[in-house]
């Protein structure tokens, strides 16, 4: 009979307490949930205005490294194609280095593009290089630059244009 009086006492509590103990879970994990739902919101908030700012950097920097608007910013009277040459090389890289930060914000694709246009600009320029003499006026090497740039086709906007459907699908 003590038995059956424990068992009636106990069973009761232990149901109880299973039931509070589940529903007590329950709420807890759905907290939880609301919780980083709500950081997640946060983080958005955040990251979405830095990663635009970023992708407006980026293709600044496309249009800056430009192997003919480098050309045309640097060109100055009296300057060889040799010194033109050396200087919008060094111009396209410190350009480069100066944003190679904002890589943290886009997609690997998306900076494989701003790598390539880089690398692109520079070839442009040594390959045009090699067809002007060192010591001749740099505005040959710009006029030669204009018509390889021409042959050639090199420009940035598959990369910018790229990076525009990247920031499309943020949206």
């Known amino acids: 009979m003590d038995i059956d009086y424990l068992l009636m006492a106990f069973v009761p509590s232990i149901i109880v307490a299973?039931?509070?103990?589940?529903?007590?879970?329950?709420?807890l994990k759905a907290e939880t949930k609301r919780h980083i739902l709500e950081i997640k919101k946060e983080s958005i908030n955040v990251t979405v205005p830095v990663r635009l700012q970023a992708?407006?950097?980026?293709?600044?920097?496309?249009?800056?490294?430009?192997a003919v608007q480098v050309v045309k910013r640097l060109i100055t009277p009296g300057m060889t194609s040799g010194q033109l040459k050396v200087k919008a090389i060094g111009e396209i890289r410190n350009e480069f280095n100066h944003n190679i930060t904002q890589q943290v914000y886009l997609s690997a694709a998306s900076w494989e593009r701003v790598?390539?246009?880089k690398e692109d600009a520079i070839k442009l320029i040594s390959v045009t290089g090699t067809q002007v003499p060192d010591n001749s006026d740099a505005i040959n090497f710009s006029k030669k630059i204009l018509g390889v740039n021409e042959e050639l086709k090199i420009n940035n906007n598959e990369a910018i244009y790229f990076l525009k459907q990247e920031i499309r699908k943020i949206f």
Not at 18 to 27: E, G, N, P, V
Not at 55 to 66: H, N, W
């Open 115 to 117: 790598i390539k246009a």
């Open 55 to 66: 992708f407006e950097r980026v293709i600044l920097l496309l249009e800056r490294i430009d």
């Open 18 to 27: 299973t039931i509070a103990y589940l529903l007590i879970d329950r709420f």
